[in-house]
């Protein structure tokens, strides 16, 4: 028996924004069903809070260390009512949100690609090509994919799917372009001329967008320095000069500060998540249909009647290609797929684990034996994926900086009259990185007689970019209509050069803020090696009761958990990728290790040694 009727609830939450929130975010979730979700996560929070904060007021016990219990019942209410209840309430505005700022910086090449398909194909045809093309385009194939499922499965006509994407998409832009289009489509006007002049007026529109991406990443930046790194730095300060008065140990306060970092962090990781675009590095794959074979259907019948010795054949014949590929192209296969360097990860963290079950690990590192081997095992599992995935980068980085180039030489070569075919085997020549392999490929496909579409495509495939295969894509499409294909090189060289200027301009802004990062991890571990070799060692010597050695431990432990997320953070900032942080992570886990485990006893077994020397000396005197 529900509590609720659906009619009550449409009631209650009319001239709210959740439906067109849910819709927007393309969340499995009516209304109504949103609406109990929260209400069952909320009485299930509440619970939660009714019962740990009467263990807290029965036992007086307080789950904080050095805060009374009154303060651990408010924190708890925070978290565990309001928060939770904001949290789910404000979920699919966040991730619609983030769809937004995708499609709006993925929507100039969509038109530029509409542009292209607009002069041999329909424009319900045109929508259908992008939605199939999900891979090229992302969040915009989706929402065109809403156009599609109206008109093929609930029988609406093209005005009437379009108007409901327009009421629902969470992106403005797409939503005055969608406009525009059937204006303009129902006044009968020129559809081709109409994307050419919306593409260049998108561009401006995600140049835009990714300042406002910037900004963001810009306020995340102060927020988790000011917060994850400036408070511990405060923190212990504070706790080390009331450790001197004896008033509170650093140990007591170091599993809240390593709860907050852990938490803290990864929230900010999250909602980075939600709301910026990633750098695309993905390679992706298709079956490829040769296009002189695609319209032949072979019947149901006639198929079960294949020899199926010589399937099996056919199949042995692929896994053999396949294995003679990764022997060949050992570097490509390994950045390709990042599960490889995750099993070789989780290979050398099994290794680290047996050296410290076994001893070896104690013999080598005799203090912080524990904090030595998380910072190996988390360094071991990272390193190898860490590498794949700088690879990746590297292998996009020149393919990119490469391709607008290998499009003006086609543009050069039909100016003089070259045929494509001849102006690839030409071009292949040059020396154009990576992309100049591909084009020998590409040559000696079209030399053995393949078609130069499915050579083309192909091509595109074997490198599996993202934006590569938009501007291939351009490419084919317009040379399987005509051999008159210099405005679409022009077209796809200034989409190619506007996606590499917004990608370095993500790149210079956010670099500073990867900076910033680092350069506040470097303040904690002055601030650590401040406080236990020119501050807290000095009083060694006298009367006070202080634990050196196990202040320096938790303030190691401290350094670990920042470096750990400082790094994956500034992945985060950079790509939106925390793949890309684990770089930063080793590079930060590697200083902690050599700061507090040689760095700072060296340094306190000088000082130390000097203070004694002195007294001596002034004794004898």
Not at 483 to 495: G, H, P, Q, R, W
Request: aromatic share 10%.
């Amino acid at each position: 028996m529900n509590l609720f009727k659906p009619e009550q609830i449409d009631q209650w939450l009319e001239g709210t924004t959740i439906r067109k929130s849910l819709r927007a975010a393309h969340m499995p979730y009516s209304q109504y069903t949103f609406f109990m979700l929260l209400v069952k996560s909320s009485i299930a929070s509440t619970g939660a809070f009714i019962i740990l904060a009467g263990y807290v007021f029965v036992t007086g016990r307080s789950f904080i260390p050095n805060f009374e219990p009154w303060v651990t019942i408010l924190l708890l209410f925070i978290f565990l009512i309001p928060g939770v209840i904001l949290g789910i309430f404000t979920y699919p505005s966040s991730i619609a949100a983030g769809r937004k700022t995708s499609i709006d910086l993925e929507l100039p090449y969509t038109i530029t690609y509409m542009q292209a398909l607009s002069t041999t194909m329909t424009l319900y045809n045109v929508i259908r090509k992008v939605y199939e093309a999900d891979d090229l385009f992302g969040e915009v194939s989706r929402e065109f994919g809403l156009i599609v499922r109206d008109v093929e499965v609930f029988g609406d006509d093209l005005y009437s799917a379009i108007r409901n994407l327009q009421k629902v998409t969470p992106s403005h832009n797409l939503e005055d372009f969608l406009n525009d289009l059937l204006l303009l489509s129902g006044s009968g006007g020129d559809v081709t001329n109409f994307l050419s002049s919306r593409s260049a007026y998108f561009r401006e529109a995600a140049a835009r967008e990714l300042d406002q991406v910037l900004k963001t990443i810009e306020v995340m930046a102060e927020v988790y320095v000011t917060a994850f790194v400036a408070g511990p730095i405060t923190m212990i300060i504070i706790i080390v000069a009331q450790n001197l008065g004896g008033k509170s140990e650093l140990s007591g306060y170091i599993p809240l500060i390593i709860l907050g970092l852990i938490g803290g962090s990864l929230g900010m990781i999250y909602i980075l998540h939600l709301m910026l675009p990633a750098i695309k590095m993905d390679i992706s794959k298709k079956p490829i249909d040769d296009s002189e074979f695609i319209d032949i259907g072979i019947a149901k019948d006639e198929f079960s009647r294949v020899d199926q010795k010589f399937l099996k054949q056919v199949e042995a014949k692929r896994k053999r290609y396949k294995l003679e590929n990764l022997i060949k192209n050992p570097f490509r296969t390994y950045i390709s797929d990042f599960n490889i360097g995750c099993v070789i990860g989780i290979v050398a963290a099994v290794i680290v684990t047996l050296l410290y079950m076994n001893g070896n690990l104690a013999g080598w590192f005799p203090v912080n034996t524990l904090e030595i081997f998380i910072c190996l095992v988390v360094i071991a599992s990272m390193a190898p994926v860490a590498f794949a995935y700088e690879g990746r980068n590297w292998f996009v980085n020149n393919v990119e900086k490469h391709t607008p180039e290998f499009l003006r030489q086609l543009v050069d070569m039909k100016d003089i009259g070259v045929t494509l075919q001849t102006a690839i085997g030409l071009i292949s020549n040059s020396k154009l990185g990576v992309l100049s392999k591909e084009l020998v490929m590409t040559t000696e496909e079209i030399q053995r007689g393949e078609s130069t579409v499915n050579a083309l495509v192909r091509m595109e495939e074997r490198i599996g970019l993202v934006s590569v295969k938009r501007a291939m894509s351009l490419l084919v499409k317009a040379s399987e209509v005509t051999d008159s294909i210099k405005d679409v090189l022009i077209i796809a060289i200034n989409d190619f050069e506007h996606y590499l200027k917004l990608k370095r301009d993500r790149f210079n802004i956010s670099i500073t803020y990867v900076m910033i990062i680092y350069l506040a991890v470097g303040i904690y571990f002055y601030t650590a090696y401040s406080l236990n070799v020119s501050f807290v060692a000095s009083f060694t010597n006298f009367n006070i009761s202080f634990d050196t050695a196990g202040n320096l431990t938790d303030m190691f432990r401290i350094g670990i958990v920042l470096a750990l997320f400082s790094g994956l953070m500034a992945g985060q900032l950079s790509a939106n990728s925390i793949l890309s942080g684990f770089k930063h992570a080793i590079l930060l886990l590697i200083g902690a290790v050599v700061l507090f485990e040689y760095i700072i006893p060296y340094q306190i077994e000088l000082s130390t040694e000097a203070a004694k020397a002195a007294l001596e000396a002034a004794g004898s005197g």
